[in-house]
């Protein structure tokens, strides 16, 4: 069956040329993912298609109002059968991550509410299942976050990356630890050399090259990703020897 994501936003023309390539174009043409994409103008009732007015209180720049959004959200989610999720982006909001895209990857259809000028009346947000923020910056729209949040949960679907393997033994998943490195060819390229290990054919050392690598770049780039990380007793100690040299990690 294939999973559905529709979004709401004042720009809808912005998001068939990323979703109808690679990946993304594939998981449609395969039946994996549908898309649909809705104009939030066509909630309004105005000769201007207003989607916007100005915040209480004062202030700089415009708000979305909610009628358009309530109207389209609840307009939306009813035009369809399968049970819709719907989602909010703003800076203020639950941070988005590999887990969060596992767990929407079950849902069946995913309905996303993309902002725009100052954000929105906050009362929109009742409408929300999840809110999401992407990071602590500022975007000038959710259509980019949703985009992310897309591509993020479609990699995760049966089939979409052909092989099933692929999606499986990569940063965050499942060991919460980022990837290790990995080279191709040539061994030897501008003075740089692929490690010797890697190139001996022996798995069992390949893979505990990998495990190690993955703790030390994690140790290196995210220290914070360590504490929830799943480690063994051994890699533990190794992991919190790594943290505990002088002045940081030291690699
Ligand atoms: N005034 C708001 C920012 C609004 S930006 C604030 O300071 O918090 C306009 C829209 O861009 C938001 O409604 C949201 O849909 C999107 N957006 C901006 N930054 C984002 C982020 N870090 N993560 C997810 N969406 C974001």
């Known amino acids: 069956m294939s999973m559905v994501f529709e979004t709401v936003s004042v720009f809808p023309g912005v998001f068939d040329a990323y979703l109808g390539a690679s990946i993304m174009g ?3 043409k395969a039946g994996i993912a549908t898309f649909a994409h809705h104009d939030l103008r066509d909630w309004t009732h105005d000769r201007h298609r207003t989607v916007d007015d ?3 209180g004062g202030g700089q720049g415009m708000l979305m109002k ?3 959004i309530f ?3 609840e307009d939306v989610v009813a035009s369809r059968p399968e049970k819709a ?3 909010f982006f703003s800076p203020v909001g639950e941070p988005y991550t590999q887990r969060c895209a596992e767990r929407l990857a079950e849902e069946e259809r995913l309905v996303f509410v993309c902002g725009r000028y100052e954000g929105m009346d906050e009362r929109c947000y009742s409408l929300a299942d999840d809110v999401f923020s992407l990071g602590d910056y500022v975007l000038t729209g959710g259509e980019l976050a949703a985009l992310v949040v897309i591509d993020s949960v479609v990699r995760l679907l049966p089939g979409a ?3 099933s393997m ?3 033994d990569e940063s965050f998943s499942p060991s919460g630890l980022l990837e290790y490195a990995q080279y191709t060819r040539p061994a030897s390229f501008r003075g740089m050399d692929v490690p010797e290990v890697l190139l001996s054919g022996d798995h069992a050392k390949v893979d505990a090259w990998r495990r190690k690598n993955a703790i030390v770049r994690t140790a290196e780039w995210r220290p914070d990703l360590l504490a929830s990380a799943e480690l063994d007793d051994g890699e533990r100690a190794f992991a919190d020897g ?3 040299k002088e002045g940081g990690c030291s690699l």
Do not use: I, K, T, W
Request: charge should be neutral; avoid cysteine; hydrophobic fraction near 55%.
């Open 26 to 28: 594939r998981a449609q």
């Open 54 to 56: 100005a915040p209480f």
């Open 66 to 68: 909610p009628a358009p």
């Open 71 to 73: 109207e389209a959200v």
């Open 85 to 87: 999720r719907v989602m």
């Open 161 to 163: 990356l052909g092989d």
């Open 166 to 168: 692929s999606a499986v």
């Open 242 to 244: 790594l943290l505990n």
